[in-house]
């Protein structure tokens, strides 16, 4: 017990260092609201345009969840790449904390500051867009695929975050590419079956294809979560696979890192 | 614990490792620090041999002890200490700190030890206070106790309450150090691992680091690693000295003992410099890349 306790006191130290990052970089992190809530505003008034409030409102969700689940990418992915630029990685490797410790601090915040950022641009929307309806919505299937998928993404993240450990320089673009390719085949503005036919199967490989599914289910149609089996069981699948995975993945590109010098400061 | 022969029972002519031999007579505390036999390769590139950075290493450091490393850029000092740092895997021999496995019981050494290294890693938009706050967290110190002895260490290094609010960033390069050095510090680090910490440091703030040292040495029984190029401040601060060539121990003793053996030996003045100059063949002022890693 008192390991456990001491391990998420631990996990703590990356959550709080994280949160004082956020408070001294406010000036980009405002930046960077503003870009992603004027950016699904732009994609969501397609549909307005449109004179189409179905096509608004899965414009509206492809643009908040997404941006929900690319942040929690971000932030798990750049973990080792935001140490490396700072020089701090050695130090962090050399302290007394293990791995999963150090990954569950980077998760939890990871998750925090998304539902953080998120709100925020899910408010605005809800201004400029009067005519949605929330209360018409099914927000506890959505809920519980956005909780559910977070754990699929932070194993991704996890796996995505050894690559700037093991390429030292093309590892955080190598990231950006991995992202980039997940939200062009998960059918965030527009349903997968418009996607070329290998792109479809890939499609099924992408926790967000799952989560964007339910989500538009409960807050489009007002379904509930018992009725959505087949979405939920991939992502449960996926989340218990891919945490162990990622923690697996990680271990052993640590190992690479430290047999061929590669924590080293570049820069 | 170890167990090793007592001085009476050696036996003149035998080598250290025959004398285990004999039946084991006391039993003497661990030391400090044991490297023995290390040897570590790079591969800078796949289709070129491996360049090896350190090459069958031996040390031995008593508790309590400062002990110095000198060698030219190159000489392999930077990857020795991460080698004891756990930052490097060992591709061959062992090393124990305080008797523990330094793979075996990674995370037991990881509590003992702490590192300053020659560039202040940090992050530099958090204040000193923030980068401080996160590496205490790390060893498990709890938040208010952590804040109450940096603030106490860094006034001790001469850095105002005033600065740990304000980014690091905005602080001269040898306040940064000083930071740096509260860092390791603030962990209370049996074996702390300085490597060249006071390069850059106007002559001041070397002074006031080199006291410091001292004064970690003698009040808190830290034992001490120093790499350094500066001679003069290894002549002050460190008991003994070996001296790394291309990855090997090509001297070890006191400093009288180095000058000596170079005035006797290879007819140089008994100066520090000299011992320097015999054992590497090289220039102080030599510019070779740092150690043998990778960085593609």
Redesign the interface.
């Given at each position: 017990m008192a390991l456990l306790t001491?391990e998420l006191?631990?996990s703590?130290?990356f959550v709080?260092?994280n949160f004082?990052?956020t408070r001294?970089?406010w000036g980009w992190e405002l930046a960077f609201l503003v870009y992603s809530v004027a950016g699904a505003l732009s994609i969501s008034l397609i549909g307005a345009a449109a004179g189409d409030d179905r096509l608004l409102l899965t414009l509206v969700i492809g643009a908040v969840f997404w941006n929900y689940l690319s942040v929690v990418f971000s932030w798990i992915a750049e973990t080792i790449a935001v140490e490396r630029w700072?020089?701090?990685l050695?130090?962090?490797?050399?302290?007394?904390?293990?791995r999963w410790t150090q990954l569950l601090g980077s998760c939890l915040y990871a998750m925090a500051y998304g539902l953080v950022h998120t709100a925020a641009m899910l408010a605005v929307l809800l201004v400029f867009f009067p005519q949605l309806r929330p209360e018409s919505m099914n927000v506890l299937t959505a809920g519980a695929f956005v909780l559910l998928g977070s754990f699929s993404f932070v194993g991704i993240g996890m796996m995505a975050a050894i690559l700037p450990l093991l390429y030292?320089?093309r590892g955080a673009q190598m990231t950006f590419v991995l992202q980039s390719c997940l939200l062009l085949v998960s059918g965030v503005y527009y349903p997968v079956s418009v996607l070329p036919g290998w792109m479809q199967a890939v499609s099924h490989l992408s926790p967000a294809t799952y989560v964007l599914a339910g989500v538009r289910a409960g807050l489009l149609n007002g379904t509930p979560i018992t009725a959505l089996w087949g979405d939920i069981l991939p992502l449960v699948a996926m989340g218990i696979a891919l945490i162990p995975a990622g923690l697996w993945a990680f271990g052993r590109a640590e190992?690479h890192a430290?047999?061929?010098?590669?924590?080293?400061?570049?820069g | 614990m170890t167990t090793t022969l007592a001085p009476e029972l050696n036996i003149a002519g035998l080598a250290p490792d025959d004398a285990v031999a004999f039946p084991v007579a006391t039993v003497a505390p661990a030391p400090a620090l044991l490297v023995e036999h290390v040897t570590k390769r790079f591969r800078p590139e796949r289709r070129k041999p491996p360049v090896i950075a350190i090459d069958d290493v031996s040390l031995r450091l008593e508790r309590g002890a400062i002990h110095g490393i000198l060698g030219a850029n190159g000489s392999g000092k930077s990857t020795l200490i991460r080698l004891v740092c756990g930052l490097l895997t060992l591709d061959e021999g062992r090393v124990e700190v305080f008797g523990l496995d330094i793979e075996r019981d990674e995370l037991a050494v990881k509590r003992l030890i702490n590192r300053v290294s020659v560039d202040a890693a940090f992050f530099k938009k958090l204040s000193p206070m923030e980068n401080l706050l996160f590496a205490a967290r790390l060893y498990g110190l709890d938040a208010g106790a952590a804040r109450r002895e940096a603030t106490r260490i860094l006034g001790r290094l001469g850095i105002a309450q005033s600065r740990l609010g304000r980014p690091v960033e905005q602080m001269s390069r040898g306040m940064q150090q000083k930071v740096a050095i509260a860092r390791a510090l603030l962990t209370s680090p049996t074996l702390l691992l300085l490597d060249e910490p006071t390069t850059g440091l106007d002559p001041r703030s070397k002074l006031e680091v080199q006291a410091f040292v001292e004064e970690v040495n003698t009040s808190h029984d830290a034992t001490i690693v120093l790499t350094t190029h500066d001679l003069a401040e290894a002549e002050r601060l460190c008991g003994r000295i070996t001296l790394l060539n291309g990855g090997r121990v090509v001297a070890e003793g006191t400093t009288p003992e180095l000058k000596r053996l170079v005035a006797e030996r290879h007819g140089q003045p008994e100066t520090l410099e000299a011992v320097f100059m015999t054992f590497t063949g090289r220039s102080l002022d030599d510019d070779v890349e740092e150690d043998g890693e990778t960085d593609a």
């Open positions: 001491g006191k631990a703590y130290a709080e260092r004082f990052l001294r970089y700072e020089g701090t050695e130090y962090t490797f050399m302290a007394p904390v293990r030292v320089e190992r430290k047999r061929t010098g590669k924590l080293k400061r570049v | -």
